[in-house]
C-alpha cells in the first residue's frame, strides 16, 4: 500500500501561481503512476492531471492544458502539481491519487490522499 499527504494548497488571487506537492510511503513511489483529481463545492470529483511511474506520458484535462504542469521526483517520493494563470473556477479540494496501473489513474485509481484545499478568488 501507499499512503499519501498533500500539501500546497491555499488562497490565491486570479492570474496567480500554486504548487501542490504530493509525498508518498509505503511501498517503492516508482511502482506507482500518479495524478491528481479535484471536487469543487457540490460537483463530483474530476481528473485534472497524470504521470507515468518515470515521469513521462503526462496528460491534462482539456481545462487546465497549458496552465497546469505535473512532474515527479522519485528521489524524493514526491508528485507536484504546477498551476499557473489560476481561475476562480479552478477552487476546488486537489487530491492525489496513485495506482500501479497507469490506465486507472484517470480513472479508478487506487488510492487517494486527503486533499489540500485551492481557492481562486476573483
Known amino acids: 500500500q501507499v499512503q499519501l499527504v498533500e500539501s500546497g494548497g491555499g488562497l490565491v488571487q486570479a492570474g496567480g501561481s500554486l504548487r501542490l506537492s504530493c509525498v508518498a510511503s509505503?511501498?517503492?513511489?516508482?511502482?506507482?503512476?500518479m495524478g491528481w483529481f479535484r471536487q469543487a463545492p457540490g460537483k463530483e470529483r474530476e481528473f485534472v492531471a497524470a504521470?507515468?511511474?518515470?515521469?513521462?506520458?503526462?496528460y491534462y484535462r482539456d481545462s487546465v492544458k497549458g496552465r497546469f504542469t505535473i512532474s515527479r521526483d522519485n528521489a524524493k517520493n514526491t508528485v507536484y502539481l504546477q498551476m499557473n494563470s489560476l481561475k476562480p473556477e479552478d477552487t476546488a479540494v486537489y487530491y492525489c491519487v496513485a495506482d500501479e496501473g497507469y490506465a486507472k489513474v484517470g480513472g479508478g485509481p487506487g488510492y487517494w490522499g486527503q486533499g489540500t484545499q485551492v481557492t481562486v478568488s476573483s
Open positions: 504521470i507515468g511511474r518515470r515521469g513521462d506520458n503526462a
Open positions: 509505503g511501498r517503492t513511489f516508482s511502482s506507482y503512476a
